[in-house]
């Protein structure tokens, strides 16, 4: 039987020059193309905590055998941070480098209709790569807008979106798949728009569509779009950013994933998670490209602590066996109260709170013969990190404009013997507008107030709570009222990278 690298093969060799030239686009005259670059490959997973990977959490009754394998062959980091407890913030940090309060996205996530976020004129991580001679594509989640002013017509051209910050090629649902969309947005246009609509200022529905994108295939489109990229450029250096949707409401996984795992449906969507991840290092296997191709796998926030209220409303669904419409509804709270499973372990709070458990995440990387099998770092890393470490990594500098919240780990990673923490002070934000900010082995945690959610405060006034994370790792003993000083100077230090614009 015919894997889905062999059957993609088949289709896609006869006409790989001109899928070439569809995904190549237009690369900065300065570019230089090296054959010994390694290829780069981003997943990025969706509200995945530290206790859905069983790499990072046992005892738990997870089941996630290709991330494990992915960990055991390279270094997994104990301490890795998303920048913000919400989607679009931490992606904005991802691929700029910089802190989300750095650029208008600031606190909560985007919109179908906002503008896009990241400036064209920024050295994005892709516009970098695509400087080094890069094919670079963006496939999955995007959440970061589009247009100028935002898009007031979806019959027209969708720009600037993801090719104006740097990627070659890009296929992506708008914020997520239970956004209501149906359909997603490749480079400039919308997919499966009938010729009859001209003007659409509003999400399309099903009679605007030739056909509907369903919420229990996303992941499986998603991995097999990502797979036919890596075919077309196996022959240059490429990166991928793959945005997966699991295991973001809504829960849905894919029919041949339900009743697999002993956490419900939860359990289910985390096995399809993983057997994506299985797929793409499984693509690289039979390219003969795993020797040269980094792998990242992450998370763009904590886990969610229940199901949101959007759960199971308005779907659309491939198949509908297994009642999985109903469980879809419920699938994290029963994961966690009848099965007893703990999404961030046993870290305090959740996706949306500035406890630890709304910015931890699980974060591996993989470069066969370059990273050392199995190993573990306790080096506090932020996705932000990731364009300053690629470039170490490549032995390239970055422009001194960019990334000015991203730090190079490539010593960490390639072996070095690193004594010092290569960052010493992080800042993380939530959708309230209060902050966390660690310093060492201390955390400053401002306490949200209802009557300041969502207002510029006083950072020198607002309440807050400091904790030692090396003796209280489960944020349990606030001691600020015991270390005044300490509280007033981690207070001065994050207001001042705040308004410095960088952290370096």
């Known amino acids: ?36 670059k390694p290829n780069i490959i981003v997943i990025l997973s969706d509200d995945v905590g530290i206790g859905d990977i069983k790499t990072f959490y046992k005892p738990s009754k997870v089941t996630t055998p290709n991330i494990d394998k992915l960990a055991a062959q390279g270094m997994s980091f104990t301490q890795a941070y998303a920048p913000a407890s919400v989607c679009s913030p931490s992606r904005y940090g991802l691929l700029t480098g910089k802190y989300p309060n750095r650029g208008p996205v600031r606190f909560s996530p985007a919109k179908f209709d906002s503008p896009l976020t990241i400036n064209t004129d920024m050295v994005t991580l892709p516009k970098f790569l695509q400087q080094q001679g890069y094919r670079t594509a963006h496939i999955g989640k995007w959440h970061l807008g589009y247009g100028e002013t935002g898009i007031t017509n979806w019959a027209g051209e969708i720009k600037p979106s993801a090719p104006e910050i740097g990627f070659d090629y890009s296929l992506g649902l708008p914020t997520n798949h239970s956004d209501n969309f149906r359909t997603y947005v490749e480079n400039h246009k919308l997919l499966w728009l009938k010729d009859s609509v001209m003007h659409l200022p ?39 950013y793959l945005a997966l949707v699991a295991v973001h409401t809504h829960v849905t996984p894919h029919k041949k994933f339900r009743g697999t795992s002993e956490l419900g449906q939860f359990g289910d969507y985390i096995n399809e998670l993983d057997h994506h991840v299985g797929e793409i290092m499984t693509a690289l296997d039979e390219l003969n490209l795993a020797e040269d191709t980094i792998v990242i796998f992450a ?5 969610q602590k229940k199901d949101h209220h959007t759960a199971g409303k308005n779907l659309n669904l491939k198949d509908t066996s297994q009642n999985v419409a109903e469980k879809s509804k419920t699938a994290k709270t029963v994961a966690k109260e009848k099965y007893g499973h703990k999404t ?7 996706k949306s709170s500035n406890y630890e458990g709304g910015f931890r995440i699980p974060f591996i990387v993989r470069w066969p013969g370059k990273v050392a099998e199995g190993s573990e770092s ?20 970055l422009p001194k404009s960019a990334g000015g919240d991203s730090f190079d780990f490539s010593p960490v990673l390639l072996g070095d013997n690193v004594t010092k923490p290569i960052r010493t002070t992080s800042i993380f934000q939530t959708p309230n507008g209060l902050f966390s900010f660690r310093q060492g082995d201390w955390k400053l945690r401002y306490v949200p107030d209802s009557k300041t959610k969502g207002k510029a405060v006083d950072l020198l006034k607002v309440p807050v709570e400091l904790y030692n994370l090396a003796e209280d790792p489960y944020e349990k003993s606030d001691i600020a009222s015991k270390q005044p000083e ?17 952290s370096h």
Do not use: W
């Not at 056909?211 to 250096?237: G, Q, Y």
């Not at 961030?344 to 959740?350: D, E, K, Q």
């Open 1 to 36: 039987m015919m894997n889905k690298v062999t059957k993609l093969l088949l289709m896609i060799l006869p006409c790989m020059a001109c899928m070439t030239c569809k995904f190549k686009g237009a690369i900065a005259a300065e570019a230089t193309v090296s054959a010994d």
């Open 299 to 303: 998370s763009d926030n904590g886990g």
């Open 202 to 240: 509003r999400k399309p529905t099903k009679d605007d569509l030739t056909k509907t994108r369903f919420d229990d295939e996303v992941d499986t489109t998603l991995t097999s779009k990502a797979i036919e990229f890596m075919i077309a450029n196996k022959d240059e250096p490429f990166f991928i």
């Open 344 to 350: 961030n372990g046993n870290l305090n709070g959740y």
């Open 486 to 502: 300490r509280v007033t100077d981690m207070r001065t230090l994050l207001v001042s990278q705040l308004a410095n614009g960088h």
């Open 378 to 397: 306790k080096q506090v890393f932020v996705l932000t990190d990731v364009l300053a470490t690629t470039a170490g990594l490549l032995e390239q500098d």
